[in-house]
């Protein structure tokens, strides 16, 4: 395999020279952006080298208890960044998240790196990490949506779901409508997105694998694949998530308890 | 209290304290309805009606008190069967759908109610006694009127054919005539217990009891 050409630290320094052009635009329209821009851009470079250092470790070790552990790592943080993001309360959430993220993704890995690639070590981090990842990162994006959407309609047509149960409605069916409403809210973006795949944008893992010397063939491949598990995960953990979460949630006569979402999203 | 009387009783409510907001709406307040009996809660806006019945539903949970609904304590353990046994109609009701048919059959959908779904002729008849005619149904929810909307619930209620029928402000969308009609459809009706809340005179001077709440719960 072609080696993609690595860029010199002093050429990676020249591409940060780009920043000037949002820097004066910002500036000039009086957008009030230019510091949350650098900081962002110091945020962005300060983690990624922290990861980079990560997984030149993972790659060196390549063990299946350091990689496991990893991925791990990558469920919980994804957990805690849903939470605080949709403004979630960690009591009623930390559990169910991370029992639904763990569980979603272990089925849809094993399926796509054992039966689908069929690794011969299953634990590779050069397959098991980056694809891991790149599900969790959709799983954290339209599990915040699904759920925020679920909980919130809820809360604010209270009336119809008690109009629901107050007329011989199971739980199950005086949720199911906001199921229905929250999946569509989550779920939209994403059909949208694999609708225009390839016509309006190169997805980025394919990209990468061009970059790194794979033929488009292969590139393609990989991504109709990650399209499809990136689909079946989230769908599983947003589903998932609202299932377990709604153990805690309501109370014994099918009401949302108090403080479920915290104020500033209500 | 003896056990033959709880029997009987659909609703009993026995020295009630509701809290809203850590504001006392009623203290000791009590109230009974036997079976077949057409109850009436009265009182200004903001007096509690509607906390009232969302408590006996199970939706508000009071501080102190023994509610007792067709002669279970309102717990946790048989909130789903009361429930079951229970037609409702909220004051203000949103609901996503398309049709007015829609609305009408949707509460027909739940596993409970799918066997008691009208057939044309009951339909028919229940939405004339109302003042609606069967094309109704296929008007868009956007298309009818506040009173015609309210009527078609109190239709889909009444088929329903529970124990209790709980009507929260049934009378506010209508004018005199559909206020008697509704009443002539849902008063005659020997078995089923009424609670409602109005402020519509001669709907309370049908009832056979009413509550005020104004008074803390004394009979007017």
Redesign the interface.
């Known amino acids: 395999m072609e080696q993609t050409l690595d860029i010199g630290y002093l050429n990676l320094f020249l591409g940060y020279g780009l920043i000037i052009i949002p820097v004066i635009l910002f500036q000039y329209f009086r957008t009030g952006l230019v510091k949350d821009s650098l900081i962002a851009i110091l945020r962005m470079t300060v983690q990624l080298l922290i990861v980079g250092l990560y997984l030149e470790l993972l790659f060196e070790y390549n063990n299946a208890w350091v990689n496991s552990l990893w991925w791990v790592v990558m469920v919980v943080i994804a957990a805690f960044t849903i939470i605080s993001r949709a403004y979630l309360s960690r009591r009623y959430f930390l559990v169910p998240l991370i029992v639904s993220l763990t569980v979603s993704l272990a089925i849809v890995d094993a399926y796509f790196l054992g039966v689908i690639i069929r690794l011969d070590y299953f634990f590779d981090a050069r397959y098991f990490i980056p694809i891991s990842g790149i599900l969790l990162g959709n799983c954290l994006r339209t599990n915040i949506l699904g759920i925020n959407a679920f909980y919130k309609k809820l809360q604010q047509?209270k009336?119809?779901y008690?109009?629901?149960?107050?007329?011989?409605?199971?739980y199950g069916?005086a949720r199911r409508?906001f199921m229905k409403?929250a999946l569509q809210t989550a779920f939209n973006p994403l059909i949208a997105g694999i609708t225009v795949i390839g016509l309006i944008s190169l997805p980025g893992m394919m990209t990468g694998q061009i970059l790194g010397g794979s033929s488009p063939e292969v590139a393609i491949k990989y991504q109709i694949m990650l399209m499809l598990t990136i689909f079946v995960a989230t769908l599983l953990s947003v589903v998932l998530t609202i299932t377990l979460a709604n153990y805690l949630i309501f109370?014994?006569?099918?009401?949302m308890k108090e403080q479920v979402l915290k104020k500033k999203q209500q | 209290m003896n056990f033959h009387k709880i029997s009987i009783d659909m609703i009993r409510v026995d020295d009630l304290t509701l809290k809203f907001d850590d504001q006392p709406l009623y203290e000791g307040f009590s109230l009974e309805a036997d079976k077949g009996e057409k109850v009436t809660l009265a009182g200004e806006s903001g007096t509690g009606k509607t906390t009232f019945i969302h408590m006996l539903l199970g939706f508000v949970i009071p501080q102190q008190g023994r509610v007792s609904i067709m002669g279970r304590p309102l717990d946790a353990d048989n909130i789903a069967y009361i429930r079951a046994n229970t037609a409702y109609i909220p004051q203000e009701l949103h609901l996503p759908m398309g049709t007015a048919g829609d609305f009408f059959y949707m509460p027909f959908s739940f596993k409970e109610n799918r066997h008691k779904k009208p057939d044309r002729h009951k339909t028919h008849k229940t939405l004339k006694d109302l003042g609606l005619s069967e094309s109704i149904l296929k008007k868009n929810l956007d298309e009818i009127s506040g009173g015609q909307k309210q009527r078609l619930a109190i239709a889909s209620a009444v088929l329903l054919d529970k124990a209790l029928l709980i009507l929260d402000e049934p009378t506010s969308s209508l004018d005199g005539k559909s206020i008697q009609k509704a009443a002539d459809l849902i008063f005659p009706q020997k078995d089923l217990t009424v609670l409602s809340t109005s402020h519509n005179k001669w709907w309370i001077e049908q009832s056979d009891k009413t509550y005020n709440l104004d008074l803390h719960g004394t009979n007017a």
């Not at chain 1, 109370?251 to 009401?255: K, P, S």
């Open positions: 047509e009336i119809r008690r109009y629901y149960l107050a007329n011989g409605a199971t069916e409508p409403e109370d014994g006569f099918g009401n």
